[in-house]
C-alpha cells in the first residue's frame, strides 16, 4: 500500500512506524511521502495501538526536512500556500490521535523533520555526535511553515524557539534535551526502550511554563520583535536574506492566536518560496548536490593520507583529514617545522569534537613524521610545500618510487600547471592537483585539478577521496589559477585599481558588501595577504594580460602585508580590521563600484566556459559560490548573468571599457552564454 513507510505492532499494543523513503539514500518529505503518512495515520487510528513511535529506516538519520527541490519547481504562491495547508491538515491529523506518540530520532531531523517530530506528544533522540536537530529553514530564503513557528513556541517559549529559527543552526542531541527540544537523550542502544517508556508512563506532554509565553503578549510583542530584528541585522542584511525579518513581523502579527498562526504560516512561506531569494538559495542547495555528486565515495576508500609540507595549507589539510576520521602522517623537512602545525591541529580538534576521548582519538590519527616513512602506506600522498618548481619536481623523484601503485599523488599547488609538475614523473598521469583553499577548516571546495594527461581513475579518486573528507569537489582543467582564483584576480586587481584612482578603500569595501559578498575586495585582500595576491597576481599575469597594479607592488615592497603584518591597505589591531568610519570622497556611486568589480570576475568567468576549465554554467556558479562566498542569494555568478540579461551585461561592459579601458573589453565567449 504505501512504498515509503513500514507498520508493526509489538506484543505490547505498540505500533511502530518506520519512514524509509523508497528509491531515496536520505528521507525527505515529498508530496507522495506525505500522502502515504496520512494514510497510514488513518490506518493506525483504527489500529487503536496503545501508542504510535516513528522512526527512521535509513542509517543516515531520522528526516533531512522538506523536498527542497519540489520547491524549486512551484509554479505559484497559491500552490504553494495549499500544500502547506494540506501538510497542516497531515501534522494535525498526527496530533490529534488518541493514543501517546513518539518520534525516536537517530541522526540528523532538520526543518520538515522536526516539525513532524513536533506534532508527536513526545521526542527522544540519541546523544550521540551524529544527531542534530534545527530548523535550517532561513537558509533556503524560507521559515518553517509546517507548523513549526505554532508548535515550537508552545513547547519552548517564544525566546527559545524564535533564536533557533532565526539563525538556522542546529543542536546536538544533548543541548536539545536541556532546552526542552526533547523529552530524552540517551544512547542509541536505548533508543527503543526510552520510546517505549515514554508511552508507558504517560506524563503529560511537555509545554513551556507560563512565564516563557510572556513575551508573546500583544503588548510585549513589538518590542520583542524589534530587539530580535537588530540582532538578526547585525548577521545579514534584510535586503539580501528577508527570511528571517519575515518570520518576526508573521509573530509579531499571530503569535497567541494558533489558528492565525497556522493561516499566516501557509500565506507567508508560500509566497517567500515563490520569491527570487528563496529560488536562488534553493538553487545553492541543489548546486552543493552537483558538486557532491562529481566525487563517488565508492570509487575508493582511503584510510591513510601522507602529507608533505606542514605550514599554513599542508598542516591544516593534514589536521582537517585527521579529524574526519582518517590516519595521517605529517612531513616537513625538520620535527621542528611540524611543531606549528600540530598545535594548530590540536586546536581544531579541541573546538571540534569537545569530547575529549575523540580529541585523543584526532591526536592519535595525526603522526608527525619527518622520516616520510608514511610514504609507501598512503592511499593518498598531498604534497603542500613552497611554491617552487624545482623543489616539488625533486620530492617527487623521491617518494614516487615508494608509493603504492594505486595511490593518488596530489599537489596543492595554486599555480602551477600539472604538466609541468609531472615531467620527470615515471607516471605522469597520476599527478592530480588537490587544490585547498585558506582557511580549510571553513572552505568547503577542493578544485580536482587535471589536464589531458591525468589518468581518468586518479582524478575519480581524488574527488572521491574529497567527498571523504566532506569536502566538495569541483573538477577544473589545469589553467593558471585553475577557476577560483583565476576568476577572484581580476575582481581583487580592480578594487585597487578603483583605490589608485582615489576611492577610498572603505568606500570599496561598502560597496561589494551591499552586492552581498561577505567581505569586501580590499578587506579580502589584507586577509589574506598582500604578498601572496602580488605572487598569484603576477603568475597569472602573464598568463591572463592581466597587469599588477603598482600599489599592490609598493604595499608590500614596504612590508605592508596586511593583517598578519599588522598593516596593509587598513591598519589592523590584534587581528581586527580598523576602517575609517569617514567614507566621504568618492565620486562613483556603489552600483558604478560593485558593477565594476563584480563585472570584472563575471567576464573572466565567461572566458573560463570559453576555455572549458568547468564543465558547464552551474558547476561555475557552485564553484565560484563555495570557493569564494559570491552572494548565495543572487544564485552564482552566471545566474545572476541570466537574471540581469546577457545583453545588458555586454552593453554595460562596452560602456566601462569605454570610461576606463580595455580591461573591461567583453570575452568573445558571451555569444555563447545566452
Ligand atoms: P608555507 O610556506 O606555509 O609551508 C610550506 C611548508 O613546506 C614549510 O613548512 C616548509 O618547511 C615545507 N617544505 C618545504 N620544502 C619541503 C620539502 N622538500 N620537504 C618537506 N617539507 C618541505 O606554504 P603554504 O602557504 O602552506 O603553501 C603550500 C602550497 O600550497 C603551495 O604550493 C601554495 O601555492 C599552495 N596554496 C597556498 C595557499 C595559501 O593561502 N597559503 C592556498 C592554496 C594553495
Same mark, same amino acid.
Given at each position: 500500500?504505501?512504498r515509503?513507510?513500514a507498520?508493526?505492532?509489538?506484543t505490547?499494543g505498540?505500533?511502530?512506524?518506520t519512514f +524509509?523513503?523508497?528509491d531515496?539514500?536520505?528521507n525527505?518529505?515529498?508530496?507522495?511521502?506525505?500522502e502515504?503518512?496520512?494514510?497510514?495515520?488513518v490506518q493506525?487510528a483504527?489500529?487503536?495501538?496503545?501508542?504510535?513511535?516513528?522512526?527512521s529506516?535509513?542509517?543516515n538519520?531520522?528526516?533531512?526536512?522538506? =523536498?527542497v527541490?519540489?520547491?524549486?519547481?512551484?509554479?505559484?504562491a497559491?500552490?504553494?500556500?495549499q500544500? @502547506?495547508?494540506?501538510?497542516h491538515e497531515?501534522?494535525h491529523?498526527?496530533?490529534?490521535?488518541?493514543f501517546p506518540?513518539v518520534?525516536a530520532? =537517530?541522526? /540528523?531531523c532538520?526543518g520538515?523533520?522536526?516539525?513532524l517530530?513536533?506534532?508527536?506528544?513526545?521526542?527522544?533522540?540519541?546523544?550521540d555526535?551524529?544527531?542534530?536537530?534545527g530548523f535550517p529553514?532561513?537558509?533556503?530564503?524560507?521559515?518553517?511553515g509546517y507548523?513549526?513557528?505554532?508548535?515550537s513556541?508552545?513547547?519552548?517559549?517564544?525566546?527559545?524557539?524564535?533564536?533557533?529559527?532565526?539563525?538556522?543552526?542546529t543542536v546536538?542531541g544533548?543541548?536539545?534535551? #536541556?532546552?526542552?527540544l526533547?523529552?530524552?537523550?540517551?544512547p542509541?542502544r536505548?533508543?527503543?526502550?526510552?520510546?517505549?517508556?515514554?508511552?508507558e508512563?504517560?506524563?503529560?506532554?511537555?509545554?513551556?511554563?507560563?512565564?516563557r509565553?510572556?513575551p508573546a503578549l500583544?503588548p510585549l510583542?513589538?518590542? *520583542?520583535?524589534?530587539?530580535?530584528?537588530?540582532?538578526?541585522?547585525k548577521?545579514?542584511?534584510?535586503e539580501?536574506?528577508?527570511?528571517?525579518?519575515?518570520?518576526? $513581523?508573521?509573530?509579531?502579527?499571530?503569535?497567541? +492566536? %494558533?489558528?492565525?498562526?497556522?493561516?499566516s504560516? $501557509? !500565506?507567508? *512561506?508560500?509566497r517567500?518560496?515563490?520569491d527570487?531569494? $528563496?529560488q536562488?538559495? @534553493?538553487?545553492?542547495?541543489?548546486?552543493r548536490?552537483?558538486l557532491?555528486?562529481?566525487?563517488?565515495?565508492a570509487?575508493?576508500?582511503?584510510r591513510?593520507v601522507h602529507?608533505?609540507?606542514?605550514?599554513v595549507?599542508g598542516?591544516?589539510?593534514?589536521?582537517?583529514?585527521a579529524l574526519r576520521g582518517?590516519?595521517?602522517?605529517?612531513q616537513?623537512?625538520?620535527?621542528g617545522d611540524l611543531t606549528r602545525?600540530?598545535?594548530?591541529? !590540536?586546536?581544531?580538534?579541541?573546538?571540534?569534537?569537545?569530547?575529549p576521548?575523540?580529541v585523543q &582519538?584526532? @591526536?592519535?590519527?595525526?603522526?608527525?613524521d619527518? #622520516?616520510?616513512?608514511?610514504?609507501?602506506n598512503?592511499?593518498?600522498v598531498i604534497e603542500?610545500?613552497?611554491?617552487?618548481?624545482?623543489?616539488?619536481?625533486a620530492l617527487y623523484a623521491?617518494? %614516487?618510487p615508494?608509493?603504492h601503485?594505486?595511490a593518488?599523488?596530489?599537489?596543492?599547488?595554486?599555480?602551477?600547471p600539472l604538466?609541468?609538475?609531472?615531467?620527470?614523473?615515471?607516471?605522469?598521469?597520476?599527478?592530480?592537483?588537490? !587544490?585547498?583553499?585558506n582557511?580549510?577548516?571553513k572552505?568547503?571546495?577542493v578544485e580536482?585539478?587535471? =589536464? %589531458?594527461?591525468s589518468?581518468?581513475s586518479?582524478? &575519480?579518486?581524488?574527488a572521491?577521496? $574529497?567527498?571523504h573528507?566532506?569536502?566538495?569537489p569541483?573538477k577544473?582543467?589545469?589553467?593558471?589559477?585553475?577557476?577560483?582564483?583565476r576568476?577572484?584576480?581580476?575582481?581583487l586587481l580592480?578594487?585597487?585599481?578603483?583605490?589608485?584612482?582615489?576611492v577610498?578603500?572603505?568606500?570599496?569595501?561598502?560597496a561589494?558588501? #551591499?552586492?552581498g559578498?561577505?567581505m569586501?575586495?580590499?578587506?579580502?585582500a589584507d586577509?589574506v595577504?598582500?604578498?601572496?595576491?602580488?605572487?598569484?597576481? %603576477?603568475?597569472m599575469?602573464?598568463?591572463? +594580460?592581466?597587469?599588477?597594479?603598482?600599489?599592490l607592488r609598493v604595499?608590500?615592497?614596504?612590508?605592508d602585508?596586511?593583517?598578519?603584518?599588522g598593516r596593509?591597505f587598513?591598519?589592523?589591531?590584534d587581528?581586527?580590521?580598523?576602517?575609517?568610519?569617514?567614507t566621504?570622497?568618492?565620486a562613483?556611486?556603489?552600483?558604478d563600484?560593485?558593477?565594476?568589480?563584480?563585472?570584472?570576475?563575471?567576464n573572466e568567468?565567461?572566458?573560463c566556459l570559453?576555455?572549458? *576549465?568547468v564543465?558547464?554554467?552551474d558547476?561555475?556558479?557552485a564553484?565560484v559560490?563555495f570557493?569564494?562566498? /559570491?552572494?548565495?542569494f543572487?544564485?552564482?555568478?552566471m545566474?545572476?548573468?541570466?537574471?540581469?540579461?546577457?545583453?545588458?551585461?555586454?552593453?554595460?561592459?562596452d560602456?566601462?571599457e569605454?570610461?576606463?579601458?580595455e580591461?573591461? !573589453?567583453a570575452?568573445?565567449?558571451?555569444g555563447?552564454?545566452?
Amino acid at each position: 500500500m504505501n512504498r515509503h513507510f513500514a507498520l508493526e505492532q509489538d506484543t505490547r499494543g505498540i505500533a511502530w512506524l518506520t519512514f +524509509d523513503k523508497a528509491d531515496s539514500s536520505t528521507n525527505v518529505l515529498s508530496g507522495e511521502v506525505l500522502e502515504g503518512l496520512d494514510q497510514v495515520l488513518v490506518q493506525i487510528a483504527q489500529m487503536h495501538p496503545k501508542g504510535l513511535v516513528i522512526r527512521s529506516g535509513k542509517a543516515n538519520g531520522f528526516i533531512a526536512g522538506a =523536498d527542497v527541490k519540489a520547491f524549486a519547481k512551484v509554479p505559484s504562491a497559491a500552490s504553494a500556500e495549499q500544500h @502547506i495547508q494540506r501538510v497542516h491538515e497531515i501534522f494535525h491529523r498526527l496530533e490529534a490521535l488518541a493514543f501517546p506518540t513518539v518520534a525516536a530520532i =537517530d541522526g /540528523f531531523c532538520l526543518g520538515g523533520g522536526l516539525e513532524l517530530a513536533l506534532a508527536c506528544d513526545y521526542r527522544v533522540c540519541c546523544n550521540d555526535s551524529a544527531t542534530r536537530l534545527g530548523f535550517p529553514e532561513v537558509k533556503l530564503g524560507i521559515f518553517p511553515g509546517y507548523g513549526g513557528t505554532v508548535r515550537s513556541t508552545r513547547l519552548l517559549g517564544d525566546l527559545s524557539a524564535l533564536p533557533l529559527m532565526l539563525g538556522g543552526h542546529t543542536v546536538s542531541g544533548r543541548s536539545a534535551r #536541556r532546552m526542552g527540544l526533547v523529552d530524552l537523550a540517551v544512547p542509541r542502544r536505548q533508543l527503543r526502550s526510552a520510546a517505549v517508556d515514554l508511552i508507558e508512563q504517560r506524563r503529560p506532554p511537555r509545554r513551556a511554563a507560563w512565564y516563557r509565553r510572556l513575551p508573546a503578549l500583544a503588548p510585549l510583542r513589538p518590542l *520583542v520583535s524589534r530587539v530580535l530584528a537588530t540582532q538578526v541585522a547585525k548577521k545579514v542584511r534584510r535586503e539580501h536574506y528577508p527570511a528571517p525579518f519575515e518570520l518576526l $513581523a508573521h509573530w509579531r502579527a499571530t503569535a497567541g +492566536d %494558533e489558528s492565525a498562526m497556522y493561516a499566516s504560516e $501557509a !500565506h507567508n *512561506v508560500g509566497r517567500l518560496i515563490n520569491d527570487a531569494t $528563496a529560488q536562488n538559495l @534553493i538553487r545553492v542547495f541543489m548546486l552543493r548536490d552537483r558538486l557532491k555528486s562529481q566525487g563517488n565515495k565508492a570509487d575508493f576508500t582511503p584510510r591513510h593520507v601522507h602529507v608533505i609540507g606542514g605550514g599554513v595549507m599542508g598542516g591544516d589539510i593534514a589536521a582537517w583529514c585527521a579529524l574526519r576520521g582518517l590516519r595521517v602522517t605529517l612531513q616537513d623537512r625538520t620535527p621542528g617545522d611540524l611543531t606549528r602545525a600540530l598545535q594548530r591541529a !590540536h586546536g581544531l580538534f579541541r573546538k571540534k569534537l569537545k569530547d575529549p576521548y575523540a580529541v585523543q &582519538a584526532a @591526536i592519535d590519527r595525526l603522526m608527525p613524521d619527518h #622520516r616520510a616513512s608514511g610514504v609507501p602506506n598512503a592511499d593518498v600522498v598531498i604534497e603542500a610545500i613552497f611554491e617552487d618548481i624545482e623543489a616539488k619536481q625533486a620530492l617527487y623523484a623521491q617518494i %614516487e618510487p615508494r608509493m603504492h601503485p594505486d595511490a593518488v599523488l596530489a599537489t596543492n599547488t595554486s599555480s602551477i600547471p600539472l604538466e609541468v609538475l609531472s615531467k620527470g614523473l615515471a607516471r605522469p598521469g597520476r599527478l592530480v592537483g588537490l !587544490h585547498f583553499f585558506n582557511p580549510v577548516a571553513k572552505m568547503p571546495l577542493v578544485e580536482i585539478v587535471h =589536464d %589531458e594527461h591525468s589518468e581518468a581513475s586518479m582524478v &575519480a579518486r581524488a574527488a572521491a577521496f $574529497a567527498r571523504h573528507i566532506d569536502k566538495l569537489p569541483l573538477k577544473v582543467r589545469s589553467s593558471p589559477g585553475f577557476l577560483v582564483n583565476r576568476v577572484l584576480m581580476p575582481y581583487l586587481l580592480e578594487a585597487v585599481e578603483l583605490v589608485e584612482e582615489g576611492v577610498p578603500a572603505a568606500v570599496i569595501d561598502r560597496a561589494a558588501v #551591499r552586492f552581498g559578498m561577505p567581505m569586501g575586495p580590499i578587506e579580502l585582500a589584507d586577509t589574506v595577504g598582500l604578498d601572496i595576491c602580488l605572487s598569484v597576481a %603576477e603568475k597569472m599575469s602573464a598568463a591572463l +594580460d592581466n597587469p599588477v597594479p603598482q600599489r599592490l607592488r609598493v604595499l608590500v615592497d614596504a612590508g605592508d602585508l596586511g593583517r598578519k603584518s599588522g598593516r596593509g591597505f587598513y591598519p589592523w589591531k590584534d587581528g581586527h580590521v580598523v576602517k575609517p568610519t569617514d567614507t566621504a570622497g568618492s565620486a562613483l556611486a556603489d552600483d558604478d563600484i560593485s558593477d565594476r568589480l563584480v563585472l570584472r570576475l563575471i567576464n573572466e568567468s565567461v572566458a573560463c566556459l570559453r576555455e572549458g *576549465v568547468v564543465e558547464d554554467q552551474d558547476l561555475l556558479d557552485a564553484g565560484v559560490i563555495f570557493g569564494t562566498g /559570491f552572494a548565495p542569494f543572487r544564485g552564482g555568478p552566471m545566474h545572476y548573468v541570466h537574471s540581469r540579461g546577457s545583453r545588458e551585461l555586454q552593453q554595460r561592459l562596452d560602456e566601462l571599457e569605454s570610461r576606463f579601458g580595455e580591461h573591461f !573589453h567583453a570575452d568573445s565567449g558571451w555569444g555563447a552564454v545566452a
